[in-house]
């Protein structure tokens, strides 16, 4: 995820790949990471004493496992504190991690709760955020210029996080799977399978644009698709015999219960 939210940056110029330093846990872990990205990025072990100076800087973005946040200790640093950085800042994309453990974690930082989605990649993503209550105006403008160039931001109350990730974050999956079903549908009714792929991802891209920019309600757009004893009212039928709403709708409820339950773990 972290690659996802600072390849852009790098891209559009926001961020100089020479001020970024990564750390991640193995040395063995460090060309896959560096993989895809520009020259002039530093990617250290956290066993390299160097690794250190990572916590210096004034703004961190924690993009781990969430089972690993336990393995992680705040380092004393030679931070220099500033007029828009009082603190170091600490953006933690973790699913489930809350403030409360953050800032225990990490009890000389400011902590800001992140969830951004993949669709970043492509500057069409969503992210959602929590902040602590003692961050300057500054540093939320710190925040806002990594999400904004690559998201729509959304401030919600941290309670709210967990149903926004079940629904933006964990949501591209379940959208992949419905349209590799359809592409398959069509490959066995007689497409041939480059021209099932390409029609399923328009027709997805083009349905969302049509109920966004219309303002439509899904129920709106249904029914002016499905006309009397039609196509698509057999395949609706189809569906709903399938139980395709239910499984949607609980797939989203077990992926909120999942990260609240993260929570829990650590």
Same mark, same amino acid.
């Given at each position: 995820?972290?690659?996802?939210?600072? %390849? *852009?940056?790098?891209?559009?110029?926001? &961020?100089?790949?020479?001020?970024?330093?990564?750390?991640?846990?193995?040395?063995?872990?460090?060309?896959?990471?560096?993989?895809?990205?520009?020259?002039?990025?530093?990617?250290?072990?956290?066993?390299?004493?160097?690794?250190?100076? $990572?916590?210096?800087?004034?703004?961190?973005?924690? $993009?781990?496992?969430?089972?690993?946040?336990?393995?992680?200790?705040?380092?004393?640093?030679?931070?220099?504190?500033?007029?828009?950085?009082?603190?170091?800042?600490?953006?933690?994309?973790?699913? !489930?991690?809350?403030?409360?453990? =953050?800032?225990?974690?990490? *009890?000389?930082?400011?902590?800001?709760?992140?969830?951004?989605?993949? *669709?970043?990649?492509?500057?069409?993503? +969503?992210?959602?955020?929590?902040?602590?209550?003692?961050?300057?105006?500054?540093?939320?403008?710190?925040?806002?210029?990594?999400?904004?160039?690559?998201?729509?931001?959304?401030?919600?109350?941290?309670?709210? =996080?967990?149903?926004? +990730?079940?629904?933006?974050?964990?949501? *591209?999956? &379940?959208?992949?799977?419905?349209?590799?079903?359809? $592409?398959?549908?069509?490959?066995?009714?007689? =497409?041939?399978? &480059?021209? %099932?792929?390409?029609?399923? &991802?328009?027709?997805?891209?083009?349905?969302?644009?049509? +109920?966004?920019?219309? !303002?439509?309600?899904?129920?709106?757009?249904?029914?002016?698709?499905?006309?009397? $004893?039609?196509?698509?009212?057999?395949?609706?039928?189809?569906?709903?015999?399938?139980? =395709?709403?239910?499984?949607?709708?609980?797939?989203?409820?077990?992926?909120?219960?999942? %990260?609240?339950?993260?929570?829990?773990?650590?």
């Amino acid at each position: 995820m972290a690659k996802a939210i600072i %390849s *852009p940056l790098f891209e559009r110029g926001i &961020y100089k790949p020479e001020n970024v330093v990564g750390i991640v846990g193995r040395t063995s872990s460090i060309a896959s990471a560096l993989r895809g990205l520009p020259g002039g990025v530093r990617v250290l072990s956290s066993e390299d004493a160097l690794s250190r100076e $990572a916590w210096s800087a004034p703004l961190k973005l924690l $993009a781990v496992k969430p089972q690993q946040f336990g393995t992680i200790k705040e380092s004393v640093s030679t931070f220099r504190s500033s007029e828009q950085f009082p603190k170091p800042l600490l953006i933690s994309v973790l699913a !489930g991690i809350t403030l409360k453990s =953050l800032k225990q974690a990490f *009890p000389g930082h400011i902590c800001v709760r992140a969830v951004p989605n993949t *669709p970043s990649l492509v500057l069409e993503g +969503l992210t959602g955020l929590a902040w602590e209550d003692n961050i300057t105006s500054s540093q939320k403008i710190a925040v806002r210029k990594i999400f904004e160039p690559i998201s729509e931001i959304f401030e919600l109350p941290e309670k709210q =996080l967990d149903s926004f +990730l079940a629904l933006t974050s964990s949501g *591209p999956a &379940y959208i992949a799977l419905v349209v590799e079903a359809m $592409a398959d549908g069509a490959v066995a009714a007689g =497409l041939p399978r &480059y021209l %099932s792929n390409q029609l399923a &991802y328009k027709t997805l891209s083009g349905t969302a644009s049509l +109920l966004r920019e219309k !303002g439509l309600h899904p129920a709106e757009l249904k029914d002016m698709v499905a006309s009397p $004893a039609g196509t698509t009212i057999s395949a609706l039928r189809h569906l709903e015999l399938a139980g =395709l709403r239910s499984a949607l709708i609980e797939a989203v409820v077990l992926a909120a219960q999942k %990260s609240r339950q993260l929570a829990e773990e650590v």
